[in-house]
């Protein structure tokens, strides 16, 4: 465990011309610390932690948050807090002309990771 309590979030943001990286700022067994940043057009794909949450605050930029498996989206702004609970869908698809910028918590550390398909739910939801 780390003992820096205090960091800048800027030397963890990371452009890219692909998908957006997932660049850890500090990690302890009770949650991890994630930069994000994520170019307009990019997506964060719609996953779970199934034993834990994900509580993101927006620094800068918007999107549309992926609130379920059936595709369902909400707005998001800059000086959003959003959390998404133990199980439930979230993603971001990056709809605005500037970068989408937050920071993510998730806790506990070992909360998992899974993908959502959103073509599985519409053939499950029909």
């Not at 807090?81 to 920071?103: K, R, S, T, Y």
Request: glycine letters at 8%.
């Amino acid at each position: 465990m780390s003992t820096t309590r205090i960091f800048d979030s800027s030397q963890f943001l990371q452009p890219t011309e692909g998908e957006p990286i997932r660049s850890v700022v500090t990690d302890s067994k009770d949650a991890v610390v994630v930069a994000w940043y994520v170019k307009p057009g990019q997506t964060i794909l719609p996953h779970v932690h199934p034993r834990g949450q994900d509580t993101w605050t927006i620094l800068s930029g918007k999107g549309e948050y992926y609130l379920d498996q059936v595709g369902t989206t909400q707005p998001i702004i800059a000086g959003d807090i959003v959390v998404a609970f133990m199980g439930c869908v979230h993603g971001v698809i990056n709809n605005g002309e500037e970068p989408l910028v937050f920071i993510s918590v998730v806790s506990p550390s070992d909360a998992g990771y899974h993908l959502v398909s959103l073509e599985d739910a519409f053939v499950i939801e029909s």
